[in-house]
């Protein structure tokens, strides 16, 4: 609330100041500081002023002695920026502009890794995106170098490393040949932030069903369920099988469970039978005179 | 003058009206008004003891209607109530009468066979329950027979399932703002086709969700003209199975009634998705699907419930395809029973009849509805 306060204050001291800039000396100030590092200002003069720092999202309001530097300790200042110093006293009033720029040490990550799941074997399908950070959550301008690296069970480890441009860095990678959870870690100095890449199973490959008659009634069920690269189609999957024979149809669609998916249809003779799921067709059964 | 004159046509007229109406008001106006019955609670005639049971039916007067009832000896109030009603919460069971109508198919002196259309109106639309009633004399009266249609039972017992379900967890408010949320599903619009019809343009296709995690889906288009400018937006509302597990299809289908399809020029789909939590449970069979030809076309089957919970409403969607494989047309029907364990429910899907002469193959799915949504 103080600080709100203060804001508030350095703006409209600030704002009056600027007008009477051409009348006043100017304030001697580091043309640039790191964020959150200490500094000190030269004053010159005698008696009692007071200085104001106004800058984006901060202020400061010190009572200084004229003609003794001012220190600024370290941590006073931490938020990136261009910065307006005013220093009243007496019947004068010096202003000078600096900017605070963000430390080069990265201190955190926002990693933006998309999408958090895809098939497998998709090129260029994962793209990461990091924003990087200084200790005082200012993003970082200065050309920062980023790693990135995916880590998929029982393949290579793909990795690249870019330099972040304006605080940004981002790559795209290939989903891998095997379905399951990839680690996507992006790295900048010693700081990672980790996403997991659910990796799952594409379209089934090959799909085929038996047929068997059980009393009265065709009990259907496929072979487990794959895609083409022989990672086992997730449970839940819909499969419709299909039974026409002449003058009607039968259709259900069934959840794959345990890898495989079972249904059981009226026996007609001379029935075709077919399965699907989703666009892809499999094999067609004729049901024979029974 | 003339004006005078024409005030007082105007006025007798009203009048005469007010008191034919009065009078003889037809069944459903009197039903609509709040009748008791006194307008048609006459058993003169076959036809107007058909009327007075179904008056008694629009008011719910259950008692009143199932003693009237010359077969009321063959089952209980309860039977009767739960025929009208249903034994299990379905669509039945919120419907409200909105009309009906009373057609003689044949009278002898003692007997009468006559058709008793009951259209009951329930959020989804209406349905109509058609009874082929007899009606007997018995001595100055006239008593309907009604054709009782018991329920099946399911005994109770215990199924044991072993069913899927997917749940969601997703990003909690204090999650950084890069971090990862669940993705929606993806879907793909497989197949789009406009029709144009006499009361508009009808946009129909099909969506796959070609995602391993369930989808709720919606498709909204939105037709635009020569220059660009949108025509007309509408989206797929209930014409479509909005509940999509991985590597499902459903149809859809949307109306943009007082449109011509020369007036457009592209039209623009926007599908969309969302991750809920969802059941494999309960998988319908869907047997003995026909096309009856045209006229009077029809698709028709049974669902078959394989689960063990009952289903209270089912709504069949039945997409309808040319030799070349082109969509044609989609139609979609809500069961008014619920689906119990094992036990078939038919359905009947009326298919417009120059479109019937096109269709060439069919295929329906089904959207099923119980209390506690999708979980």
Redesign the interface.
Known sequence: MSRTFSLLIGIAISAAAVPTLAQSGNLEVPKSVVAGSAFSIETQGSGQGVLYIVGPGQVLKRDVQLGQPIAIAAGDLDTAGSYLAVLTGGSSTETGEFDVAPATKPAS??????????PVGLQNGISGAV?VFDAFQNLITAPTPVSFQLSIPSESVQSRTVESHLGAAWTEMNSGAKDGNARFVAQAGSIS?T??IQQ??G?PCGLKMNAKKVGGEIDLETDPLRDCGGNAV??????TF?ESWK?????????V?HGIAE?A??AYSGARISVA????MGNEIRWGSQ | MGGRLLAVFLCLATVGLVVIGTLWPVPAAAAYAGGNGAFTGSSSTPEEAVNSFANDLSHLAWQKAYSTLNNKGEFTEQDFVRDITGSYPSLRTYATLDNFQVRPLHASDNEAQVELRLRWSTVVGTFLDTRALQVVKSGDRWAPVWPIVKEPHVPPEVIPVTYLRWDVIYRGPADDWGAQDVEAPHVRIVDMHPVERAAGVVVLGELLNEDVVPAYVSVKATLLGKNGSAIATGDSFDKISHLLLPKQVTPFLITFPNVSLSQVDSIHMDPTSSLVAASADPVIEIQNQKLSPAPDAYFTGNLVNQSGQNVSIAHVLGTFYDQSGQLVWVADQYTDRALLPQTPVAFSIPVPEDLARKVSTERAVVATYSPGGFQ
């Open positions: 990550l926002s990693f933006l890794a998309k999408p958090s799941r895809l924003y932030a996403r997991v799952v199973p379209d997730t449970d839940g999957t819909i499969v299909t003058g009607g149809q039968t259709t259900v669609d069934v959840p469970k249904a249809v009226p799921t989703g666009v892809v």
